[in-house]
């Protein structure tokens, strides 16, 4: 037989080979002699095929619209965004949970009577350059999120927009006296979980789901601990976050509020480790100009720290 | 068996010249689920329909089913029926497509009854026949197996069923030249799988 196909004869032999012949001709004489499919029973077939195409039906436009309305709540609750209270550069004044819950919302920094503000300087990230605001909330520098947040005229920090808008695929928005980190899986920020601190795609191998739990759980509760004015169970908690789970989004945030804590319980050996800790795993952080400022404040810059603590202890 | 209104051109995209018909009235009521033209479809085609799966598959067990299915089908589709072919050629494709699937899941089984040792049963023979004829039926179904699908659906067409070159170039929808090849080429190693002397 060629492989290339002929213009065929139409009367062709059906079959050429006799001996097949005899095996076709077996095959070709069968006769369908059961009983015929009653239409009844055919009938009764096409009901239950219809009866299930129209639940498969169903069920795809409900999971469809079960999926849009997930998507639309998703993209439509406002952000809920948290302002820690920095303690270091407030003196006195007690750690507290300011929650900003989106456009317009504002949370109240306390300022120490007869202290000037400082203005605000913002961050988002490694890769982004920093943001100053003078006192009155205008930026001084154009930036990402020049119109995300301001300092308004009597202190307090406000969201100025539903969402804030980053470059990076994280962002940390730093204020003098404010810091707020927001998760960025998407360009967009919807939420604050304080987590995602540094860029998706270089996860670690601590990085598993187990852990991204474990340390979120450790950092809600460090802030619950924080709105409850324990600072001593917010320390622990953190100190644990950062020391077992130290490649996990939720530390970098957590090495800063830690340092600041410890500071204003009186801890500053132990908060220059802190300060030194994060100079050491994020050298190239926003915040680090920032952070090496407080260390040298703290003037425990030749400490000899093991980890986050003094060596001593 | 199709009576061919015209000759189809061969070659590769050959249109085929069959006069349009407009689909009958009853038809285009079958089609929009009046159950009595459903009914009457269904008399129609039964049993040629039956005849033609039994030689598809040479399972009469299954010719039931498979009518079903393709009675389910074609009452889905019949709405979108336009008389480009004739409605034998239509419900043809369509019991072609379904011997189709059962070949393949037929494989798989017989692969999975081979692997865990198990014996097919062989079919009941009906007490005229022959036992001769139902010997070579068996095997040439069991070589039919091994033959690649187009392969397989040529020679059914063509050899068992015994349509024309024309009619079985419309039911498979490929040229004429294609028909004839294929059927040579499952001609050649059927009788390879069987043992016999190769055509000449």
């Not at chain 1, 202290?115 to 990402?144: C, I, K, N, W």
Request: charged fraction near 30%; include cysteine; aromatic fraction near 4%.
């Amino acid at each position: 037989v060629s492989d290339v196909p002929k213009r065929p004869d139409l009367e062709e032999p059906v079959v050429r080979s006799p001996a097949l012949r005899r095996y076709v001709e077996a095959a070709a004489q069968q006769e369908y002699t059961a009983t015929p499919l009653p239409w009844d029973r055919l009938h009764d077939a096409m009901l239950r095929e219809a009866r299930t195409r129209a639940t498969r039906r169903r069920a795809l436009l409900a999971g469809v619209t079960a999926l849009a309305a997930v998507v639309a709540v998703a993209l439509s609750v406002p952000s809920v965004r948290r302002a820690v209270v920095d303690s270091e550069t407030r003196g006195e004044v007690t750690p507290s949970i300011a929650a900003l819950d989106g456009p317009g919302s504002r949370g109240d920094l306390p300022r120490p009577a007869g202290e000037p503000s400082r203005g605000v300087s913002m961050a988002t990230g490694a890769d982004v350059p920093s943001t100053p605001h003078d006192d009155h909330g205008r930026t001084r520098r154009p930036g990402l999120v020049a119109d995300a947040a301001r300092l308004a005229r009597d202190g307090a920090a406000e969201i100025a927009s539903g969402n804030l808008r980053v470059a990076a695929t994280w962002s940390g928005v730093v204020m003098s006296s404010v810091v707020a980190a927001f998760s960025g899986e998407r360009d967009e920020i919807v939420a604050d979980r304080r987590r995602s601190t540094r860029p998706m795609g270089a996860a670690g191998a601590e990085d598993s789901a187990d852990v991204m739990a474990e340390a979120e759980r450790l950092a809600v509760a460090a802030e619950l601990a924080l709105a409850q004015k324990d600072r001593q169970t917010a320390i622990d908690l953190l100190g644990q976050l950062v020391r077992w789970h130290s490649r996990s989004p939720q530390a970098r945030a957590a090495l800063l509020d830690l340092a600041r804590l410890r500071t204003a319980v009186g801890d500053v050996d132990g908060a220059a480790c802190v300060y030194q800790r994060f100079l050491d795993r994020y050298p190239k952080d926003a915040m680090r100009s920032d952070v090496r400022r407080r260390l040298t404040a703290l003037e425990r810059s030749d400490i000899a720290c093991r980890g986050i603590d003094p060596s001593g202890q | 068996m199709f009576t061919a209104p015209m000759a189809v051109e061969d070659g590769e995209g050959a249109p085929d010249v069959t006069p349009r018909r407009t689909a009958p009235a009853w038809i285009a009521a079958a089609g929009a689920g009046d159950v009595t033209a459903q009914a009457r479809f269904f008399r129609d085609h039964r049993d040629r329909l039956a005849s033609q799966l039994l030689r598809m598959t040479g399972d009469a067990a299954v010719v039931d089913d498979l009518l079903q299915e393709v009675f389910i089908a074609a009452f889905a589709g019949l709405g979108g029926f336009r008389g480009d072919a004739s409605i034998e050629t239509w419900l043809y494709r369509i019991a072609l497509n379904k011997a189709r699937n059962w070949w393949d899941s037929h494989r798989r089984r017989q692969r999975r009854e081979r692997e865990g040792g198990v014996r097919l049963t062989p079919e009941a023979a009906r007490p005229d026949e022959d036992l001769e004829a139902i010997a070579h039926r068996e095997r040439l179904y069991a070589a039919l197996e091994g033959l690649p699908e187009v392969l397989r659906e040529a020679f059914v067409c063509r050899v068992i069923e015994g349509m024309p070159l024309v009619d079985a170039s419309r039911a498979l929808a490929v040229p004429i030249s294609t028909v004839s090849y294929r059927t040579r080429r499952a001609e050649l190693l059927l009788c390879r799988a069987l043992g016999l002397e190769e055509p000449t």
